[in-house]
């Protein structure tokens, strides 16, 4: 569990995460999502003590990090910034810092064995490619037998296979009970992955929901239908869970909570002709755009503003 109250960090002018509130729980993988800039490093770094915050505090399983006797017992973090010895090999790597925090070396060849590793264990870690160095970086966070997991862009660069296995790597961690708390910029990814979704941009709080949520918020998955009889069919369609919006007098409706299938099949039941059926699905990237558009630091351009003269 992470709990964050009134979290702040200000660098000389910057304010790089602005009072954020939020509780990473248990037993699920929370997305910290933000375009470029937003705070997520730094948020992080404050989380595991590299980093003392300006005002408010953040605890890990109840203590701020620098109390816990055995911190990498309750948190695992896999940051940005590696601090590997390019000449090691990754199993003494491992070993080394098994070897300062009183971790068995049984534990050692657990964590090579869970990140796919052991070919190349004993391989120097300088030599390895941006998956072997990701892997490693896990491995490492998992030494302690961690409560809670925190990885700042874990799939940041990797292969469609390193992808995978990340997600599924997550996956499983969460449904061990372990607190999972994974950043990205990327929606689509986090989709993928992540229950539940905190949302910053420029250092403060946007979202704090789940992905379910996300899309209900954004609008939901709707199916336009039209008909002559959008009155009627407007009736035969109403339940438990469904929500039909369209102006009085014509033929289209919008409507949540029912497929394009079970609207058709209804439809044709009551003998009601239908002229259009089609189903809408919200992007979730377009949601976290319109979400964080105020919040991105630097926009790109993708069109070129032509001058006009004004007669
Ligand atoms: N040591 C520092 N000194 C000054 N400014 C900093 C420092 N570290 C971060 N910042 C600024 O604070 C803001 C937040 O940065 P941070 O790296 O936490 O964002 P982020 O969401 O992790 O971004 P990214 O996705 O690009 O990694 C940025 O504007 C950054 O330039």
Do not use: C
């Amino acid at each position: 569990m992470i709990e964050a109250q009134q979290l702040t960090k200000r660098y000389g002018e910057k304010t790089a995460v602005d009072h954020l509130d939020f509780v990473v729980k248990p037993g699920t993988v929370t997305g910290f999502l933000g375009p470029n800039g937003a705070g997520k490093s730094t948020t992080m770094r404050m989380i595991v003590g590299l980093d003392a915050p300006t005002a408010g505090t953040v605890t890990v399983n109840g203590r701020h990090y620098a109390e816990h006797s055995a911190p990498l017992q309750e948190v695992g973090a896999l940051l940005e910034a590696k601090s590997i010895h390019p000449g090691r090999s990754a199993f003494d790597h491992l070993m080394a810092q098994a070897h300062t925090h009183g971790i068995p070396r049984r534990r050692v060849e657990e964590v090579v064995e869970l990140t796919g590793l052991q070919s190349v264990a004993k391989k120097r870690a300088g030599a390895f490619s941006l998956g072997m160095g990701q892997r490693l970086g896990i491995a490492a966070a998992l030494l302690g037998d961690p409560a809670t997991l925190m990885l700042d862009e874990p799939v940041n660069g990797l292969d469609p296979e390193g992808v995978l296995w990340i997600r599924n790597l997550l996956t499983q961690l969460a449904s061990e009970g372990r607190t999972v708390f994974v950043s990205s910029h990327l929606m689509s990814e986090m989709a993928l992955v992540a229950d539940h979704l905190i949302i910053v941009g420029r250092g403060r709080l946007l979202a704090d929901t789940t992905v379910q949520e996300l899309i209900r918020r954004a609008g939901g998955d709707s199916v336009t239908v039209a008909s002559d009889q959008a009155a009627r069919l407007r009736e035969v369609l109403s339940g438990p869970g469904v929500e039909i919006t369209g102006a009085v007098g014509t033929e289209e409706l919008q409507v949540t909570g029912l497929s394009a299938r079970a609207i058709g099949l209804k439809a044709a039941e009551h003998g009601i002709p239908l002229f259009e059926l089609s189903s809408r699905t919200v992007s979730l990237e377009q949601a976290f755009m319109d979400l964080t558009s105020d919040a991105v630091e630097y926009h790109g351009t993708t069109t070129v503003e032509t001058s006009r003269s004004v007669a």
